[in-house]
């Protein structure tokens, strides 16, 4: 899997990423009343114009990505100066208030995230076969306090499990998520002219409150 996304990036197969950030968050991020300052995690986050949108925001952003492709390329389309570390595996630019951790999501501990206050999957979970899913969602579950909020877009199409993207249906979302998130649907935009249906998750992590 690693290899197929570093593949598509050398290759310059994102399709998927957008050159603006995304409506859909700058409709509904302010909703959840996020603290300020709340660090927010983005898995699989690629080179999304999202994270810079989050950090004008006032978010410190950890975004987690496997391809150092896509790291490269959205550090390059800022002039902020950029500091270079490791830690536990991982290889971390900073620029500005975003982290860029390069390296596989499911290696990422939750005292690597023990800051992580709320997070935005918008190409993360659709970005994952079938098999991997359910690890995904526990693994999210793990990094996540109790009570931090997210978005989710999720998304569907004829396709199944060709991809990615993939398809995944919303009694899907509901399953994977369900035992440790309150969900919220909060939109269902129609087919667009290659039949896919994007829907977006409010989802507010489970448990006691500390």
Known sequence: MID???ARWQ???????????HPALERYWPSLAVPDRAKVLVPLC???LDMRWLAQAGHPVLGIEVAPEAIEQ??????TPVSRYQQAGFNISRQGSIELWCGDFFHLHIQQ??????????AAL????EATRQRYAFHLAQLVPPGAKGLLVSLTHE???????YSVANQEVETLLSP????TLLEESEPDDRGLCEKIWRLVRRGPLN
């Open 4 to 6: 197929l996304w570093r």
């Open 11 to 21: 290759e310059g197969r994102v399709g998927f990423h957008l050159s603006q950030p």
């Open 46 to 48: 690629g080179k999304t």
């Open 74 to 79: 959205f550090l390059a389309e800022a002039t």
């Open 113 to 122: 995230a023990a800051e992580v206050g709320a997070f935005y999957d918008r």
């Open 126 to 129: 659709i970005a994952l076969p």
């Open 159 to 165: 396709g199944g499990e060709s991809g990615p993207p």
């Open 180 to 183: 440790n998130f309150r969900l």
